[in-house]
């Protein structure tokens, strides 16, 4: 018994010094996760307590869940969850789509330049600031000078429209420049899930007459459906959280626009600029946390109860 859990103990030992390369390249993504992912946990206690600088954060009252209330009380609270829920949700269905189409479209190219060439540009976007992006949108929208007030509505004969006061437009606005800055990264994603599927599945369907769509169909779509199911999972998670950027930067903070453009990331900015109140923005971080770890458990669960192994954990 002595010499078989000496025998494994070898061997475990053999195997460490094997990968020990390997282990110690993974150590600065380990330090950088506990530095900056575990550590700030402990700032959690933040969101109980009325903080007060002078005493520190352990120092300052214990308030429990008064920090809370402002979320759920204040008269804006069914505003920027609603919005905060739509627009996510639409952001994860329209982006998710159009990326498994251009994937699908990027793996028919076979001239490797044209297809680099043109994964760059459909990344470039997802690199871009969103400060950037939302003077590039003011380029477009702006009343004066605007592309589309000045060329493109004088072009059909239409009237100029004020942008930035009119409501109705934004949810498309953003729908649009978010999908435009987004789907490149997750299109370089199914497509390297793709790439990675064996040809010998496409050669079989060929020889029994599948045509390309029906090849897409039963093939590409089940093979990379794992993939898409991890991804939807991700963005679930974070179905309570918003771009700030998108919905500060790309409106240009415009008062007019709140009623569609307002969120609860938004919302506690305004409210920290405003009052000061850490306590308060530390409770709304804490509440989106574990309502996206909820329903990342609870979507898992669904899937795990249809296929395992497209499931999460």
């Known amino acids: ?10 061997l475990e030992m053999r195997k460490a010094k094997k990968y020990r390369m390997l282990v110690l390249m993974t150590l600065p993504g380990l330090l950088y996760f506990l530095v900056n992912n575990y550590l700030p946990m402990f700032g959690i206690a933040i969101a109980f307590k009325d903080v007060n600088f002078a005493k520190g954060i352990w120092g300052s009252e214990w308030v429990g869940f008064k920090n809370f209330e402002y979320l759920f009380k204040t008269k804006d609270a069914y505003i920027i969850t609603r919005n905060t829920l739509l627009y996510n949700l639409s ?8 990326a498994i189409s251009l994937a699908i479209l990027l793996n028919e190219i076979r001239k490797r330049i044209l297809s680099r060439t043109y994964q760059t540009l459909i990344l470039l976007p ?13 380029g477009f929208l ?12 004088p072009f059909f004969g239409l009237e ?39 040809q010998e599945y496409y050669e079989a369907a060929k020889i029994d007459g599948a045509n390309r769509w029906q090849q897409i169909k039963m093939i590409t779509i089940p093979l990379i459906a794992p993939v898409i199911t991890i991804m939807t999972l991700l963005a679930i998670g974070r179905i309570f959280y918003s771009d700030f950027g998108l919905f500060f930067q790309v409106p240009l903070n415009t008062g007019a626009l709140m009623p569609v453009t307002n969120t609860i990331d938004t919302y506690v900015y305004r409210a920290l600029v405003n009052m000061g109140d850490i306590g308060m923005s530390s409770a709304a971080g804490l509440y989106q946390a574990l309502v996206g770890f909820v329903l990342v458990l609870t979507s898992n669960a669904v899937v795990r109860k249809f296929n395992k192994d497209n499931a999460l954990f």
């Open 1 to 10: 018994m002595k010499a078989s859990k000496m025998s494994v103990l070898r």
């Open 91 to 98: 952001f994860i269905v329209i982006n998710t789509t159009i």
């Open 126 to 138: 997802h690199l871009i600031s969103m400060v950037i992006v939302g003077y590039l949108v003011l």
């Open 142 to 153: 702006d009343v004066e000078k605007g592309f589309m007030n000045k060329t493109l509505l």
């Open 160 to 198: 100029p429209i004020s942008w930035y006061s009119e409501t109705k437009y934004w949810p498309w606005i953003l729908t649009i420049v978010h999908a435009w800055k987004g789907v490149g990264h997750l299109c370089i994603i199914y497509l390297a899930a793709i790439i990675g599927i064996d």
